[in-house]
């Protein structure tokens, strides 16, 4: 074996995969509730995104932000008009969209510290690890970015009692993913805005995981009516190209002047058309509302046929981010589950996360719900 083994792989390989469900190498095949987690939104190679990017193949495939990039400029336009934004920067991942927005915040503002959140995820760079509330994230790597702040999720007063002045910003996830699906309350977000608007600390939502269309409206922040400075996104943004962005206010302009930050790859043509294709479909009115739908059909059929069993805690989330909390460890589950055919990912321990395609039909919501009252009805111990 050739590779660092930074990740604990699954014993078998996903050869194709077309809609929600993917085969093995064995040929055997499994609707899969995790979409890359939350990245295949449009389910495993949707036509429109496969053809936009092979009609770009045929043009040009990179040339760098030296270059006037006209379809990157059209993807960057889907982004803030659905987002009530002004401007979009693009990079490859969520972790760089979170860069970009720690270094906006902190140049924008003249000021170090950010406040974060216990049980975050941000990323895995220098900066966006020192952001994540978690230590076992950080563990091992010395001195971390200064100044990094981590507040208690969902504690409204921790907020109110912040002395926020000196913040460069407040981030924060919608919906904690890599946390454990654990949604923020309303109050709580009003709180941090409001804290923002006190103090002058820019108030900066990571959608990296919530974002497009995952929750079921372009982003998570707005089944608020929330009015963040800035928001990031990746994942499910090119449906499976590589690709993040971040958008802001248009008074942060000035901060992110010629020279002042850049990559290489970020929003080359063949992305900003997987952006392109990807949001033009998502970002429909039609489009969310049948999301919204399935997710207020398959969330019922959750709670009523699950919550009910032994060792299950809650099933809870929003569109298409799903957590099951149970009372053992949700590894055991999700190997289970694989084996009868369903996929599904961890949030921490004791979450079974379903992230299944926006596209997902009723008839794989009833299969998986099948599978999965099966797989948590019978009880098996740990080895
Ligand atoms: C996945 C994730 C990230 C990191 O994204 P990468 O593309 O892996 O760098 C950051 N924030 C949130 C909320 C995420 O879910």
Known sequence: MSLFPTYNRFPFTIESGEGTVVRDDSGKEYLDFVSGIAVCNLGHRPLVVQEAIEEQLKKVWHVSNLYQIPIQEEAAQLLTEASGLDYAFFCNSGAEANEAAIKLARKHTGNDKIITFKQSFHGRTFATMSATGQEKIQEGFGTLLPTFEYLPFNDESAVAELMGEGAAAIMVEVIQGEGGVIEADEAFLKAIEKKCAETG????????????????????????????????????????????????????????????????????????????????????????????????????????????????????????????????????????????????????PKVIRLLPPLTVSYQELDQALQLLKKVLSTEFSRT
Do not use: C, W
């Open 201 to 348: 600390a820019l108030f900066i939502i990571d959608e990296v995981q919530t974002g497009a269309g995952r929750t079921g409206s372009p982003f998570a922040f707005q089944h608020y009516g929330l009015s963040p400075d800035i928001i990031t996104s990746a994942k499910g943004l090119g449906s499976g190209f590589p690709v993040g962005a971040m958008a802001g206010k248009a008074y942060l302009k000035e901060s992110f002047s010629a020279g002042s930050h850049g990559s290489t790859f970020g929003g080359n043509p063949l992305a900003s058309a997987a952006v392109k294709a990807t949001l033009s479909t998502i970002f429909k009115d039609q489009f969310l509302h049948e999301v919204n739908e399935k997710s207020t059909y398959f969330m019922k059929l959750l709670k009523e046929n699950l919550e009910g069993l032994p060792g299950v805690m809650e099933v809870r989330g929003k569109g298409m981010m799903i957590g099951i909390e149970v009372e053992s460890e949700a590894i055991e589950y999700v190997h289970k589950l694989r084996e009868n055919g369903l996929l599904a990912v961890l949030a921490g």
